[in-house]
């Protein structure tokens, strides 16, 4: 390191421009004295010329980074362009991918002919509507071209028909616009005709199945039911007794005491045999999307409930093989012969036996049909305020009751005996290669106390 003290010289090589300052001592005036160095004097003229060699060394510095920066932006161009280059292409497909949208719209939902009719509509050009397969019916096209009001108004109809939307104003009042909308829209393609397109939209299935309501279940389950293994069941009855002797009528001490009578009956049930057979084919069986075994048994059941239901009531007895019936049985009527009323439907509750009225055998039923049910339902709520008092048995409408006619009665006093009810036999048939069911079952019925039952007949209205 130089001294502060030291005196310092600027010397160069002979024609070079590097310049070194150093310190001035005996080395360095020897390298002077053999010509190596020369100390270096400025002036002016040298001062432009090291400004000028400084001035090209900017520049080269300049350069050298323009060109740096530019590779790099030339670079970057590159990826940009070539990045850009399928978005370009999208672009420049748009036209044609807006014309195939439209085309497309307009084939499958509005025009039948797609831009080609369009185009047609647009410029009247009946020739070639014509050979798309649409011809003018109402409304001519007109000798010149659509104005633009009109295709405009014409096309914003067509995409509000294609949404279910309200037509635009105008459209149905412009003679034009509205002849193309309602006249000559043909479609080729349609779901009215199978082999236009029906086809191709199936049927909505539902698998569940409609059914009517059952019959209500009123009368069977208030009758006495009473299971038996046995074709025939035979119980006595004890018919009638004699009164009690009373008074003088009894003995006196050391007489003999009258003697009271009793008599007894029999009475049958015979088993009535019920059955339903249904074939089926094993393919049914095997391919429906039903349970059809299943609604086999339920079809079944239902019919069997109705016989259950009815024969209570209609049954015509053992003449036709069948239960006997309240209606068919030897029970006391009421001859009504008026509509039926609070107080005439009094008259037969209270002529039902008094012990099957109150007591522990107590259980009367009145079943009406649906007219009588009204009338006396409308008589009752209009003209009795207190109906606790009058003792009314529970009033059910029954469609099995006959019309005119009504019934009252402990249905604890109709006795059924039944086999197993509704037992199901199956069988395979390979021949037929198909399925037999067969629903059976046994029961027979009968009032056993006709006192415990009132009929009442010739209801009018």
């Not at 014509?130 to 109402?138: E, N, Q, T, V, Y």
């Not at 149905?172 to 043909?186: A, F, I, P, Q, Y």
């Not at 009314?392 to 059924?416: H, S």
Request: aromatic share 8%; hydrophobic share 40%; proline share 5%.
């Amino acid at each position: 390191m130089p001294k502060p003290t030291d005196k310092l010289i600027r010397v160069r090589k002979p024609g070079e421009d590097v310049i070194v300052e150093v310190v001035d001592n005996a080395k360095v005036q020897e390298l002077i004295a053999l010509g190596q160095y020369e100390v270096y004097t400025p002036d002016d003229a040298e001062d432009i010329v090291q400004e000028e060699k400084a001035d090209a060394n900017r520049k080269t510095r300049v350069e050298r980074l323009v060109e740096q920066y530019g590779n790099e932006h030339e670079a970057e161009k590159a990826a940009w362009t070539q990045m850009l280059v399928p978005l370009g292409k999208q672009l420049a497909e748009i036209p044609q991918t807006m014309q195939k949208v439209m085309e497309e719209v307009l084939t499958k939902g509005v025009v039948k002919g797609g831009l080609p009719q369009a185009q047609a509509i647009a410029e009247g050009n009946t020739s070639a509507l014509a050979k798309l397969g649409i011809f003018p019916k109402d409304v001519p096209m007109g000798a010149g071209r659509w104005n633009r009001g009109q295709l405009d108004l014409y096309y914003k109809a067509l995409g509000a028909r294609y949404h279910q939307k309200p037509l635009p104003a105008g459209a149905e009042e412009d003679e034009l616009v509205k002849g193309w909308l309602t006249g000559e829209l043909t479609q080729s393609l349609i779901e009215g005709t199978d082999a236009s397109g029906g086809y191709l939209v199936p049927d909505d299935h539902q698998i569940e199945i409609i059914k009517a309501a059952a019959h209500l279940t009123q009368v069977w389950p208030r009758c006495r039911l009473r299971p038996t293994s046995r074709q025939v069941v035979k119980r006595p009855v004890r018919s009638t007794v004699g009164d009690v002797n009373v008074g003088t009528s009894a003995a006196d001490e050391l007489s003999n005491v009258t003697e009271v009578t009793i008599t007894w009956a029999e009475k049958t049930w015979t088993m009535r045999p019920f059955d339903a057979y249904f074939p089926c084919s094993v393919e049914l069986l095997n391919d429906a999307d039903a349970n059809i075994s299943q609604e086999i048994t339920d079809a079944a059941a239902e019919q069997f409930s109705e016989q259950r239901e009815k024969l209570p009531l209609q049954g015509r007895g053992s003449s036709y093989e069948q239960p006997t019936g309240i209606f068919h049985a030897s029970i006391t009527s009421d001859s009504v012969s008026a509509a039926l009323d609070g107080t005439k439907f009094l008259t037969s509750v209270y002529n039902v036996s008094l012990r099957y009225r109150r007591g522990a055998n107590a259980n009367l039923l009145a079943l009406l049909r649906s007219k009588e049910y009204k009338a006396l339902v409308v008589d009752l709520s209009q003209n009795y305020r207190n109906l606790d008092i009058l003792g009314l048995p529970e009033v059910l409408e029954n469609e099995f009751v006959t019309q005119g006619r009504g019934c009252i009665g402990a249905f604890d006093q109709y006795w059924i005996y039944f086999n197993p009810m509704m037992q199901l036999l199956t069988q395979l048939d390979a021949l037929s290669k198909g399925m037999r069911f067969v629903f059976w079952e046994r029961w027979d019925g009968q009032p056993v106390q006709t006192t415990a039952f009132r009929l009442m007949d010739t209801i009018t209205y």
